[in-house]
């Protein structure tokens, strides 16, 4: 592996592999190196992993369990932070079912596939927490910026009736009886009002500043998620016969969709049949999630997508609306778990090859026009061409 000698981090990734393989006390090794334990560990191991799985691939299995060891160990670690040790054992599962799959080793796929579920729930209840933690801070400053605000207006209005009322005599009394140079009450009263002033003046600056910012979060209300997959109706014959951009423009046409925060569109992009959607992709801001296949029988996408859209809805607690663009029955489950959190669900799908019990849960449909005639491959790339209409049906609530 290039820049081996380099890499810090490497002799200690190596050591833990190590101590695993004999059985041997690794906790003990992460106990004392816990600084090590970081965002960039998991991205070494992942890396270094699969330049061992091509470099000796007779070796790659039996690698794949020992990371998959490794990272049950990792899961389960206790010090340091919790949410990175996390991350680390979720990228040793998936780097691990790169060569563990269900047809090489169902078996070690299948509890490689539970753990991984396992971790993503963990962290999924961690982040869960921060979030109420969160939410209790701000209601707390909240309440403290409220009772303040308060008592400047009391204040303020009291000050303001001394200030009316010593005028009011002031102005009965000859102006040579008084002297406001030494009347010390009447300056310092003067400018307790004038600090009052200014200090609900900061006080109501803060508070618009506040309203602002949540009626900004509240107009990016929308997250899309493509599912690129059900939308080229498969792998064998690749239809591309599909605008993005029409249906990103269809999705804004309904009345619940203010303004679209994130759209995430899930593929494997190294397939160079979906090299024409790059250019729509990045005019709509749309972000590409690289899905390594894990098995022909698994499709690791749709489960990637539902993980995702859950965590948003902690995550994210202003989205509203969640747009699915697939037809995929699959996802009906996950309409429905969105709905318990009291989203808006609106699919997205070529109407005759669409789930009817998916159609059926969601709140609004947006039908697609189904491909009229089969685009195959039409060269020795297998590269799809892609037809020069794109058309999708008029909006159907």
């Known amino acids: 592996m290039p820049n081996e000698a380099s890499n810090p981090g490497l002799p200690f990734l190596q050591n833990l592999l190590k101590a695993a393989y004999q059985n041997q006390d690794v906790n003990l090794l992460l106990q004392q190196n816990l600084h090590q334990l970081n965002d960039d560990f998991a991205c070494l191991l992942r890396k270094w992993a699969i330049e061992q799985f091509k470099n000796q691939p007779n070796t790659a299995i039996n690698l794949a369990k020992l990371i998959f060891k490794f990272s049950n ?8 932070d919790k949410n990175i040790n996390l991350q680390i054992a979720i990228l040793g599962y998936e780097t691990s079912l790169k060569v563990c799959t269900y047809e090489t080793c169902p078996s070690d796929w299948a509890k490689i596939q539970q753990a991984l579920s396992e971790t993503y729930q963990q962290r999924q209840q961690i982040l869960s927490n921060v979030i109420i933690d969160l939410k209790s801070e701000v209601e707390k400053h909240q309440t403290n910026i409220n009772s303040i605000s308060k008592n400047f207006s009391q204040e303020l209005e009291k000050t303001q009736q001394q200030v009316e009322q010593l005028t009011t005599q ?25 600090d009052l002033k200014q200090s609900q003046s900061i006080i109501h600056q803060i508070l618009i500043n506040k309203d602002y910012a949540s009626l900004t979060k509240q107009n990016f209300n929308t997250a899309v998620f493509y599912d690129i997959e059900n939308l080229t109706m498969g792998r064998s014959n690749c239809n591309l016969n599909f605008s993005l951009k029409l249906i990103h423009d269809n999705i804004k046409k309904i009345d619940i969709v203010k303004r679209v925060s994130l759209q995430c569109a899930y593929a494997d992009w190294s ?32 489960i990637q997508l539902a993980i995702d859209a859950i965590e948003l809805v902690n995550l994210r607690p202003n989205l509203e609306v969640f747009v699915i663009v697939s037809g995929d029955g699959a996802f009906a489950s996950l309409a429905k778990k969105l709905h318990e959190h009291n989203k808006t669900v609106i699919v997205c799908a070529y109407e005759g090859h669409s789930n009817r019990f998916l159609m059926s849960v969601c709140d ?19 590269v799809c061409e892609r037809s020069p209409t794109h058309l999708t049906a008029p909006l159907r609530h």
């Open 170 to 194: 002031l102005t009965e009394l000859k102006p040579e009886s008084v002297n406001l140079e030494q009347n010390e009450d009447i300056k310092n009263l003067i400018a307790d009002y004038k």
């Open 364 to 382: 609004h449909f947006i039908p697609l026009v189904p491909v009229q005639e089969s685009i195959t491959d039409t060269n020795s790339n297998n």
């Open 271 to 302: 397939d160079t049949r979906l090299r024409v959607l790059r250019n729509e992709i990045q005019k709509l801001g749309i972000e590409a999630i690289q899905i390594f296949d894990f098995g022909h029988r698994r499709n690791a996408a749709d």
């Open 73 to 80: 160990i990792i899961q389960q670690f206790e010090q340091g």
